[in-house]
């Protein structure tokens, strides 16, 4: 590669990586002055934490917290169980009717969540589940995506392995968990990381299914916080977003070499 | 009538119509050591995966131990397996490998520890319980698989092709001990090889296949010294046995086939000859030379000669043998015993 192409690269990923960290870049400045000093600028006007002590007390941030919390656990516990059958048959049991239903499965990724959602909240009013956390990890634990990717990871794993745990006694539930699912590790990490960062940004649904400061999560909390008719502030508005994002944030940041990799293992199969 | 320990009787499988095996009768008695040998395709590995419940035969019956176990699964036929790539598990570690059938059979762990002590010291592991098999070297791991095979006690023992990893010194090494092991523990092994040095140096009972069918079974010096088909005479010893047609010596019939052996050969001067052939190569091995030689109706013909021998490539030389050391094969390619010739056991 030339020299040119080479920094021409370097340019191209450096530019694209400010656009991208601008907006947080910007919430964090906001977050931590007064508004007049954060929309003009002034880079040398004291920090507050004063935004954040108005946000706090503004909602109840503790209660959506725990909420948004529960929703990512139980979706995805949701997702692990049902993945993994569902994934493990497509990959290793033989049945009539497989590659068609695995067909249907394969189009639900070309349907796009929102335009199930009157269906969605139709079925979730008849089962009672409306206003509920359940309700609103509900829709997502049948995820075609992930039972796409346990197939994947199901199926790499040498045929072996599985006939070696049949000789020595072990039944197709015992196999499942103790050889196919510890071998999966890598795939489970990176679906993941990819299911907690969505469930924990979704903000359509869980607005249109929940109605009470007992069930919303974050994201609804923080779009009614921020809602016309409370006054736009642009600073206590990013001291909420900042809020809101910072566990998710360092969470990531913490465990983003066992992220990458897991994410390198599970797409090298 | 005594029972044997292991009883196929007339096994059949085939797959989407076509042919896995056909037909296969096979009595193993315990403490037996039988290796199913064969090329590739020859239905060797099919057969041993029969036994081990892995598939179903299409027809057939199977009986180990005196019960029948035509359909029963995998885990209750009391057997233990080593597969060719070992199959352990990447996860566990060495001592995890091993007890790993102990732990799904729920037994108890001072027990289990024990037998894993013992396992890991047959098979010189000891120190190495907590590694990973990604961990260990080839040679390693192909014990951590025996180890996990014999460590459940179980008194038939299958290998599929247990050696073909690893390198022509170690698989030397490791035949021997296999075989010490079997004597030790008396168990009885099923081995599958493609390789005729492997079956013929560690079984007592060899059984050749080819296309599904049994060949011919029987103990090595009977597949060496009295091969049934032309096939077995090919397919048995270093170098194979010598075909040469019917009609190029005098006193056959000209749709017979005659087989000779290496070492039943000698090169004599021109004119005293029953043969005359071209010399294509030497191979000197050390102790004895092999001369590969070339006749228009006649294939793998190989002189074997003690020492060093040197001989011109392309040179014609002739050669002889005496009656008594040929095999005649008929035109089915199947053995006869031709009158005037004298068997090997008739010899002995």
């Known amino acids: 590669m030339s020299r040119f192409t080479k920094s021409f690269d370097t340019i191209g990923a450096v530019a694209l990586a400010i656009v991208w960290i601008a907006p947080l870049v910007f919430a964090v400045w906001a977050a931590v002055h007064t508004t007049s000093d954060a929309v003009n600028f002034r880079l040398t006007s004291p920090w507050t934490l004063d935004n954040f002590r108005t946000a706090w007390d503004g909602a109840p941030w503790g209660k959506y917290f725990l909420n948004t919390f529960i929703l990512v656990t139980i979706v995805l516990i949701g997702q692990f169980i049902v993945t993994t059958l569902a994934g493990y048959a497509f990959a290793q049991v033989q049945f009539p009717g497989k590659d068609f239903a695995f067909l249907l499965v394969l189009l ?10 009157v269906e969605n909240y139709a079925m979730v009013s008849r089962l009672g589940l409306f206003d509920s956390i359940l309700g609103v990890g509900m829709p997502y634990m ?16 040498p045929i072996e392995l599985d006939e070696a745990a049949r000789i020595e006694g072990c039944s197709r539930l015992g196999i499942l968990l103790k050889v196919y699912v510890p071998l999966a590790k890598p795939t489970y990490l990176a679906y993941a990381l990819v299911s907690v960062s969505t469930h924990w940004n979704n903000f359509l649904w869980p607005l249109i299914v929940t109605n009470s400061p007992d069930t919303r999560p974050l994201t609804v909390g923080l779009s009614i916080f921020g809602a016309p008719e409370n006054g736009v502030d642009i600073s206590i508005i990013s ?25 390198l293992r599970a797409g090298i199969k | 009538m005594t029972r ?15 042919l896995g095996v056909e037909g296969i009768t096979l009595d193993i008695e315990e403490g037996e050591f039988v290796a199913l040998l064969g090329p590739s395709g020859c239905g060797k590995s099919t057969t041993l995966r029969l036994l081990a419940g892995l598939e179903v035969p299409d027809e057939g019956q199977i009986i180990i131990d005196g019960t029948d176990v035509t359909g029963a699964s995998a885990a ?25 059938g102990m732990k799904v059979r729920r037994v108890p762990k001072k027990e289990r520890l024990e037998k894993l002590h013992n396992a890991l010291d047959i098979t010189g592991l000891l120190g190495l319980e907590d590694r990973k098999p990604g961990e260990l070297s080839g040679g390693q791991r192909q014990r951590v698989a025996l180890a996990r095979a014999i460590v459940a006690g179980q008194k038939l023992c299958l290998m599929d092709e247990p050696l073909s990893n690893l390198d022509a010194k170690l698989r030397a090494a490791v035949r021997k001990d296999i075989k010490k092991l079997q004597n030790d523990l008396g168990i009885t092994i099923v081995y599958v090889t493609h390789d005729q040095t492997e079956a013929m140096s560690m079984a007592d ?7 599904g069918v049994i ?19 090919e397919f048995v010893g270093a170098p194979p046995m010598a075909l040469i047609e019917g009609r190029a010596l005098k006193g056959f019939k000209d ?72 095999h005649v094969f008929g035109p089915d390619g199947r053995r006869v015993q031709p009158e005037n010739i004298p068997t090997v056991l008739e010899e002995e």
């Open chain 2, 4 to 18: 044997a320990f292991v009883t196929l009787d007339n096994i059949g499988k085939r797959w989407n119509g076509q």
């Open chain 1, 239 to 263: 001291a909420a977003t900042v809020m809101s994002v910072a566990p998710l944030l360092i969470a990531f940041l913490i465990f983003q070499r066992q992220f990458v990799q897991a994410f």
């Open chain 1, 142 to 157: 049948a995820s075609a995506f992930g039972i796409f990717l346990m197939r994947q990871a199901f199926k790499s794993v």
């Open chain 2, 205 to 211: 009972k060899v059984v050749l296949m080819k296309d």
């Open chain 2, 255 to 326: 749709d017979q086939t005659i087989g000779v052996r290496a070492e039943r050969m000698q090169l004599v001067q021109a004119g005293q000859g029953r043969l005359a052939c071209t010399v294509t190569d030497c191979e000197f091995l050390g102790a004895e030379t092999f001369i590969g030689l070339e006749h228009p109706s006649a294939n793998g013909l190989t002189v074997k000669l003690d020492g060093k021998a040197e001989m011109t490539i392309g040179s014609g030389v002739e050669i002889t043998f005496a009656d008594q050391d040929l």
């Open chain 1, 108 to 117: 639900q990724l070309f349907i796009l969540p929102e335009v199930l959602i």
């Open chain 2, 215 to 233: 060949q011919q079974t029987g103990t090595p010096e009977q597949l060496y010294s009295e091969p049934a088909t032309t096939f077995v005479a």
């Open chain 2, 76 to 100: 209750k036929r009391n057997l233990s397996m080593v597969f060719q790539s070992y199959a352990l598990f990447p996860h566990l570690s060495v001592a995890e490998n091993v007890m790993f």
